[in-house]
């Protein structure tokens, strides 16, 4: 154990001894102390405030929509053993969206006694072998793990997919029925040469305005064809690190395609007539004709493997510390940023193309 971990042990220790001493005298000792933490860390910079997600729904009251349309929710991924999380996630799965075929599309080396207890949970497991060429960033393995599963979802007849993670927990107890919605209300024009449907991406805190196609892949929902034609883009031919020159820009980043989700929606883009040519006006135009982009608060996103990085506190606080006007890194394409940018309300201009241009780090 290194000194870290030992520190981090050591602190954690100090600060359960009084939060045993509150659950004596408090009834409500986790609000307390939680609210009382927050007051204590402000400063002149931040307000602090705290979450809970109930980690069973069993005891809560949901509202149900009666709906009959057909969706699946593909976990895609390595089965994540710690905590059994996939297994829960499963189980958690199929008693908030009974409608819906839980399908986990992992590899055909996972262990088999947990491949059947999740079968058992109720799931569709789909096993796939893993490419021989990785990709830029072990891309091929989103692109093959992501398509095994669904296809499975199309065989099973299903109208609407949200492709997800084995080591995530989407906690919105509506989100299928609202990523539907916004399909049907946010249609695109009219063409003939494809159908004409979006897909809805969630922003998370790395993505960005100004760095080309750089939408988060976590998450993709949408109809069956649309999310068959987003995974059917080629597979990676380059191996796992791509070399690039030491100060790139986010261009540079955008034009050698070296981040996974790059990689999958500038193919995308030019698949549905987007030039891909790496400018910040093709990629609006990507956005604003094909996406649907909503917030990380929509979906409300359980992630142990990042938990420091990415729970939702770091997404409106110190991420962000170092953020400039000349880098912008705080601006992403969240709701707010996509729903203005959809109605005209934020228009491009040919000045945001130096933003493309700072260094990328």
Request: one cysteine or more.
């Amino acid at each position: 154990m290194n000194v870290k971990n030992v520190i981090n042990k050591m602190l954690r220790k100090s600060i359960s001894i009084p939060y045993c001493l509150i659950k004596r005298v408090k009834r409500d000792s986790v609000d307390f102390l939680m609210t009382e933490v927050c007051h204590i860390a402000e400063n002149s910079q931040y307000q602090l405030a705290y979450r809970k997600i109930p980690k069973k729904y069993d005891d809560i009251p949901m509202l149900d929509y009666q709906t009959d349309t057909s969706y699946a929710i593909v976990m895609q991924g390595p089965i994540r053993t710690e905590e059994n999380f996939t297994l829960t996630t499963v189980n958690y799965y199929k008693r908030t969206f009974p409608q819906a075929h839980i399908i986990v599309s992992t590899w055909d080396d996972e262990p088999k006694d947990i491949i059947e207890q999740i079968k058992k949970a109720g799931a569709c497991v789909v096993l796939n072998s893993k490419p021989t060429c990785t990709g830029t960033l072990m891309v091929n393995y989103q692109l093959v793990n992501s398509m095994g599963g669904i296809k499975k979802a199309a065989e099973l007849g299903a109208e609407y997919i949200a492709k997800t993670r084995t080591d995530q927990k989407i906690s919105r107890l509506h989100f299928l029925d609202y990523c539907r919605a916004l399909i049907q209300t946010f249609q695109c024009q009219p063409n003939e040469s494809k159908e004409n449907t979006r897909i809805v991406t969630l922003s998370m805190t790395y993505g960005n305005l100004f760095y080309p196609y750089l939408i988060s892949d976590f998450f993709y929902f949408g109809k069956t064809f649309d999310m068959l034609r987003l995974f059917s883009i080629p597979l990676d031919t380059r191996e796992r690190y791509v070399k690039i020159k030491k100060n790139a820009t986010r261009r540079d980043f955008s034009r050698l395609m070296i981040a996974p989700e790059v990689y999958i929606m500038k193919n995308y883009f030019q698949l549905l007539g987007c030039a891909g040519d790496d400018t910040i006006k093709d990629y609006w135009t990507g956005v604003k004709n094909n996406l649907i982009c909503i917030s990380m608060k929509d979906l409300d996103i359980v992630w142990p493997k990042y938990e420091e990085r990415y729970r939702m506190h770091h997404y409106y606080g110190n991420y962000f510390e170092d953020d400039s006007r000349d880098k912008l890194k705080t601006e992403n394409f969240d709701f707010e940023n996509w729903i203005n940018l959809y109605s005209g309300i934020l228009q491009y201009r040919p000045e945001y193309e130096k933003y493309a241009d700072v260094i990328f780090k």
